[in-house]
């Protein structure tokens, strides 16, 4: 599913118009960003939980050449299932 197929999705669901809903995903979407961003997270009960998480760096290989390199370290966006979410996948 892609973001334009979601938004029709939230709408038909919703009774509401794509315009409403696209606004609404666009202000979920900054908040998550902005709130991660702050080291903050956003935790929803039963879905899951949108945190940051830190790699360290390490040294990896170049594939095409075998060649040894340095990766830096870095910050990257983790999502995290809730179990009432895993539990209704598994299903």
Same mark, same amino acid.
């Given at each position: 599913?892609?973001?334009a +197929?979601l938004?029709e999705?939230?709408?038909? +669901?919703?009774n ?8 609404w ?7 998550v960003?902005? %709130? ?25 290989? %170049?594939?095409?050449?075998? +060649?040894?390199?340095?990766i ?10 809730? %179990? ?8």
């Open positions: 599913m892609n973001r +197929e938004i999705a939230m709408a038909s +669901e919703t509401t118009t794509k315009t409403a809903c696209e606004e995903l666009n202000a979920f979407i900054s908040t960003e902005k %709130n991660i961003k702050k080291n903050d997270g956003v935790r929803l009960v039963g879905f899951g939980t949108f945190t940051v998480s830190k790699r360290k760096s390490r040294m990896g290989r %170049n594939p095409q050449t075998g +060649e040894t390199i340095k830096p370290a870095r910050t990257v966006p983790v999502f995290r299932p809730g %179990n009432q979410l895993k539990a209704r996948v598994s299903k």
